[in-house]
């Protein structure tokens, strides 16, 4: 092992909702756990950002469940304040089933889940190879990982295009049940206004066509103290402008957006979520790809986000050498 190498006993990449929960499951079994994530913070699309004293989640825009264990994670979180009850629904959707959101912001529950984890930022890792019995991942900066279990939980398509860089040969029949999922892609505007929206209580509103999928109000939200909107669009307009000039996209958005708005726009900005939401959900709530050295393939595309991180735990726990 050179100054480059890090080894532990699982490695978990992607700090999202998944990788965190699986994280923190395995550190409590008692494994070593090492977290790597490409991006500055962890969260993945669990995503928050600062424009001009604007706070915006332009992401997930709140989160649900059903489950005991992921009730008792948002439990946790409301305890120590990273985690608030929004609402119980929307204008058209007042179901009275709670729906949470991060305090101060969505990538507070990400951090809160974080809490003693050795998390590695800005490490993009570009290839993932077995050897002997363990895995290597190589990162863009040069350095290595080996563990003897990985979970990877980014979307499919980029978990795929690390192990094809690593030369890992899945069967064909693994490779075209995982080729097969598909995300939708969403363009995200987030607009500073100079005055309130015309979004009503409690500040989010799914309208039923158009090209907007989803707007929301983050004052109202309770998570900006400025006027911010954050407007979804659609697959179907997000996939025609994807490579179209971002700002004018924006603008089309926030024209399709007039009537909500009703004040003006003083800034905005345009992320573009190529793996916004799986477009079907795979029967499996996680894939073991590999049993020696075991690789779990987990994330929002097998289950729910944190069921499938739970899943993947015990995929890992399943096997003898991890
Ligand atoms: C616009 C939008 C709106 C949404 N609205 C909602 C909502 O209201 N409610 C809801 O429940 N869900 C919503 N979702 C979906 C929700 O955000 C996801 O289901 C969930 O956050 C996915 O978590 P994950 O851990 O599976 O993946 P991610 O959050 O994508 O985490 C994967 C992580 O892997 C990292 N990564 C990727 N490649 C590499 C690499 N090569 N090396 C290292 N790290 C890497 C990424 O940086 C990322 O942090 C929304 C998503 C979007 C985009």
Not at 121 to 150: I, P, Y
Not at 160 to 174: I, K, N, P, Q
Request: hydrophobic residues 45%.
């Amino acid at each position: 092992m050179d100054a480059t190498e890090q080894t532990t006993d699982v490695l978990i990449i992607g700090a999202g909702m998944a990788g965190l929960i699986a994280a923190a499951e395995l550190q409590r079994a008692g494994r070593r756990v090492l977290v790597l994530d490409k991006g500055r913070g962890v969260g993945g699309r669990l995503a928050s950002r600062r424009i001009d004293g604007a706070m915006f989640d332009h992401g997930a825009q709140f989160i649900t469940t059903r489950d005991p264990r992921f009730a008792d994670v948002l439990e946790r979180g409301r305890q120590n304040g990273a985690v608030e009850e929004w609402c119980r629904g929307f204008a058209g959707s007042a179901d009275g089933h709670a729906r949470w959101r991060g305090k101060p912001a969505m990538s507070a529950v990400a951090k809160h889940l974080a809490l003693g984890l050795d998390l590695h930022l800005e490490m993009q890792v570009v290839a993932l190879r077995s050897a002997e019995d363990r895995w290597r991942a190589e990162t863009a900066t040069g350095l290595t990982f080996t563990a003897e279990a990985v979970v990877l939980t980014p979307p499919v398509p980029q978990s795929l295009a690390m192990l094809d860089a690593g030369g890992f040969v899945l069967t064909s029949e693994m490779r075209t049940r995982l080729a097969a999922i598909e995300y939708e892609r969403c363009l995200a505007v987030m607009a500073v206004l100079d005055g309130p929206s015309r979004i009503p209580p409690p500040g989010g509103f799914a309208p039923a066509d158009g090209p907007i999928a989803w707007i929301a109000d983050n004052a109202l939200k309770g998570i900006s103290a400025e006027p911010a909107v954050t407007i979804h669009a659609r697959n179907a307009f997000s996939l025609k402008h994807w490579e179209r000039d971002r700002q004018e996209s924006g603008r089309a958005l926030l024209d399709a957006a007039a009537p909500w708005l009703g004040a003006g726009i003083k800034t905005f900005q345009v992320h573009g979520w190529r793996y916004s939401k799986p477009m079907k959900v795979h029967e499996e709530p996680c894939v073991l790809v590999s049993q020696s050295p075991p690789l779990v393939l987990a994330g929002d595309a097998f289950a729910g986000a944190a069921l499938s991180g739970w899943a993947a735990v015990e995929a890992i726990l399943a096997q003898r050498h991890a």
